[in-house]
């Protein structure tokens, strides 16, 4: 549990957590929720609902990345999601936002209207994503992932899944921290799901706390995904319990950030592990 606080917006979080970061998607074709909040008005009503059940961030989305998915041009994802975070700016919503993206254009635009850190699916390699970032000071959640999400489940292929995620989201912190990103406000996220099998991101998962060694906070997005239905058989719609008990195992394993779209839920589950996680540490400190 080796980090700093860190500053997101107008609230400091401590660690060692959990927090839990609430999935908006304003896309026609994501893969659980894609379609759902398009309108305006239905996006920031969901915002608040996500506020309400107890997130501590949103993250907002304008562009699918689930395996296959067709990329869409900056000027899309900007006119998808720069107006609901000006939206949300100006009625003054309480949450930290994160924009998540891996367009240099996008980021720079969203951080102007309002939000505040940069969760990216590629790992900050746009060296010009990293000077947007560098340059606003704000966090950013560097994911693991190979290719992109057109080919990425082709390269799923690893001799030590846990062990090649940890060495190449090292490689991609010390990367970033180069090109001017301070080490201090970066974020990982080992990418469940992304470049991986289901078995691979159970094994990911089962093995998070080898992460830690990295020194940064965990951010792990376990939600709805089909890595659960490699174990459960569960369409995308039932995967609620699936979900919960990986938040459970993420935030045992020392993860700081949950993202999910069930907020409330997964909220109560990630408090539950993370009482488990602290009398198990006092039990081996006493």
Same mark, same amino acid.
């Given at each position: 549990?080796?980090?700093?606080? #860190?500053?997101?917006?107008?609230?400091?979080?401590?660690?060692?957590?959990?927090?839990?970061?609430?999935?908006?998607?304003?896309?026609?074709?994501?893969?659980?929720?894609?379609?759902?909040? &398009?309108?305006?008005?239905?996006?920031?009503?969901?915002?608040?609902?996500?506020?309400?059940?107890g997130a501590d961030i @949103?993250?907002?989305?304008?562009?699918?990345?689930?395996?296959?998915?067709?990329?869409?041009?900056?000027?899309?994802?900007?006119?998808?999601?720069v107006p609901l975070l000006?939206?949300?700016?100006?009625?003054?919503? %309480?949450? %930290?936002?994160?924009?998540?993206?891996?367009?240099?254009?996008?980021?720079?635009?969203?951080?102007?209207?309002?939000?505040?850190?940069?969760?990216?699916?590629?790992?900050?390699?746009?060296?010009?994503?990293?000077?947007?970032?560098?340059?606003?000071?704000?966090?950013?959640?560097?994911?693991?992932?190979?290719?992109?999400?057109?080919?990425?489940?082709?390269?799923?292929?690893?001799?030590?899944?846990?062990?090649?995620?940890?060495?190449?989201?090292?490689?991609?912190?010390?990367?970033?921290?180069? &090109?001017?990103?301070?080490?201090?406000? #970066?974020? @990982?996220?080992?990418?469940?799901?992304?470049?991986?099998?289901? !078995?691979?991101?159970?094994?990911?998962?089962?093995? @998070?706390?080898?992460? &830690?060694?990295?020194?940064?906070?965990?951010?792990?997005?376990? *939600?709805?995904?089909?890595?659960?239905?490699?174990?459960?058989?569960?369409?995308?719609?039932?995967? @609620?319990?699936?979900?919960?008990? !990986?938040?459970?195992?993420?935030?045992? *394993?020392?993860?700081?950030?949950?993202?999910?779209?069930?907020?409330?839920?997964?909220?109560?589950?990630?408090?539950?592990?993370?009482? &488990?996680?602290?009398?198990?540490?006092? !039990?081996?400190?006493?």
């Amino acid at each position: 549990m080796s980090w700093e606080p #860190i500053r997101i917006g107008g609230r400091t979080f401590d660690p060692p957590g959990p927090y839990v970061v609430g999935v908006l998607n304003v896309t026609p074709d994501s893969f659980s929720d894609g379609g759902r909040f &398009l309108d305006l008005e239905e996006a920031a009503a969901q915002a608040l609902r996500l506020a309400a059940e107890g997130a501590d961030i @949103l993250d907002v989305g304008g562009e699918s990345t689930r395996p296959g998915a067709s990329p869409v041009s900056a000027e899309e994802e900007i006119a998808r999601v720069v107006p609901l975070l000006e939206r949300l700016a100006g009625t003054g919503f %309480p949450l %930290p936002i994160s924009i998540d993206t891996s367009k240099p254009e996008v980021a720079a635009r969203a951080l102007a209207a309002g939000a505040d850190m940069v969760n990216d699916v590629r790992g900050l390699a746009d060296a010009a994503l990293c000077r947007v970032v560098a340059d606003a000071g704000v966090p950013v959640v560097l994911m693991h992932m190979r290719g992109t999400p057109q080919d990425m489940q082709g390269r799923a292929r690893y001799r030590d899944v846990a062990g090649e995620v940890r060495h190449e989201l090292g490689e991609a912190m010390e990367r970033a921290c180069r &090109l001017g990103v301070a080490r201090e406000r #970066i974020v @990982l996220d080992p990418g469940l799901g992304f470049a991986k099998t289901g !078995a691979q991101s159970l094994e990911v998962l089962s093995r @998070l706390g080898e992460l &830690l060694a990295l020194g940064r906070p965990l951010y792990v997005g376990p *939600s709805r995904k089909s890595f659960l239905a490699a174990a459960t058989g569960a369409p995308v719609e039932e995967r @609620l319990p699936g979900t919960l008990a !990986a938040v459970s195992a993420a935030v045992l *394993s020392g993860a700081a950030f949950v993202r999910v779209h069930d907020v409330a839920p997964a909220r109560q589950a990630a408090r539950v592990a993370a009482a &488990l996680r602290e009398a198990g540490g006092s !039990a081996r400190a006493g």
